[in-house]
């Protein structure tokens, strides 16, 4: 794919980090992916390899999720076990299609130096408890959502990708 994959993009020190559009476009993108995988396919596939360098990025940005090399099948019997049977299931993806947006937000990195003993997620978590009193913009909303989804991971990609297609 012309522009490499999403973690060449977000952290090789030759392309940066692109403008908003280009990130929303990119999340939706990845959003409507996973919403096919898990939704549209008979059985369901889920991922199980959700980051950043599992998407790749044609010439408009346009994002594919890839390397399906650990997915499996899972049928609609196995569907939301995963809580209390350990089976793999969907909203595995979903947490880590969370943490993916939130690199995508801040351009970090899932796990570095930085955060000390935190991984991205409790780093973000901190910083939103430090700037309560903010007004809220389209950067913190897409952070809350992301906090949201990966602490719930409830509700299905479906529901993703409408709540943020209306941004």
């Not at 796990?111 to 309560?132: A, F, I, M, R, S």
Request: glycine share 8%; with cysteine.
């Amino acid at each position: 794919m012309p522009n490499g994959s999403l973690g060449d993009l977000l952290h090789s020190t030759k392309s940066g980090l692109h403008g908003w559009p280009i990130r929303y476009k990119i999340a939706v993108d990845v959003a409507e992916g996973f919403a096919y995988l898990h939704h549209d396919c008979v059985p369901a596939i889920v991922h199980r390899d959700v980051k950043s360098n599992n998407f790749l990025l044609d010439g408009d940005f346009g994002a594919r999720v890839a390397d399906f090399g650990v997915a499996k099948l899972v049928n609609g019997d196995e569907k939301g076990e995963y809580a209390y049977t350990l089976r793999i299931n969907e909203k595995c993806d979903i947490y880590s299609f969370g943490v993916v947006i939130l690199e995508l937000v801040t351009g970090k990195r899932p796990v570095d130096p930085e955060y000390g003993e935190k991984d991205l997620v409790k780093w973000v978590c901190t910083t939103l408890d430090k700037n309560t009193h903010r007004r809220i913009e389209i950067v913190q909303v897409m952070i809350i959502t992301c906090h949201w989804f990966i602490f719930t991971a409830y509700l299905s990609i479906s529901h993703t990708v409408c709540y943020i297609s209306k941004f």
